[in-house]
């Protein structure tokens, strides 16, 4: 089966975007490589592309206050915490960035005011973030806008296709941790 899905998008988030030229360069790969699953390939490099479609709008959106979307979600991760507290280590597995990335990315959230990095109350060997009234502050202001642009982005959809699009999400990640264990 082939889903012919073509998106075109123009706006202050970048230069115009068509999808349309990926799928034609696969269409012309599939007629050299007889059996590729032609349909697969077009929604894996879709979902790339909405990925990086939806990276920059919000990153658009989060630039007026001093965040952007890997800053965002480290003041959010840290607010979803008890006591506003997590190690580095466990915020790196959870936003699926390397170490070096989130010590970077923390440096400037102390930098600006927003955490603070204090000895672990359970291991003195290690080192935990917490969120400061002032990262709190930021976090509970921005939320509520960043709530108001989820509902734009998930406007179209029914529940019924929220619903759909949630259940297929979860099988496609239990897919993709089935091939992780198998190497």
């Known amino acids: 089966m082939h889903y012919k899905v073509s998106i075109f998008t123009s706006g202050a988030f970048g230069v115009a975007q068509d999808f349309s030229h990926f799928e034609q360069g696969i269409e012309l790969i599939a007629g050299q490589l007889p059996g590729m699953p032609q349909d697969r390939v077009v929604l894996n490099r879709l979902f790339f592309f909405v990925f990086r479609e ?12 001093g965040l952007n979307t890997s800053s965002f979600l480290v003041l959010v991760m840290l607010l979803g915490c008890a006591g506003n507290r997590l190690n580095p280590s466990d915020l790196s597995n959870v936003l699926i960035a390397s170490r070096t990335n989130v010590t970077r990315l923390t440096d400037e959230l102390v930098s600006g005011g927003w955490l603070t990095r204090n000895p672990s109350r359970e291991d003195r060997r290690r080192i935990d973030l917490s969120l400061t009234p002032s990262g709190r502050e930021r976090i509970l202001a921005v939320l509520p806008r960043i709530w108001a642009l ?8 029914s529940h019924d296709e929220l619903v759909t699009f949630e259940r297929l999400m979860r099988k496609m990640r239990h897919s993709l941790s089935c091939i992780r264990e198998d190497g």
């Open 54 to 65: 939806l990276n920059e709008i919000y990153d658009h959106h989060l630039q007026d206050h």
């Open 150 to 157: 989820v509902e734009r982005q998930w406007a179209g959809f």
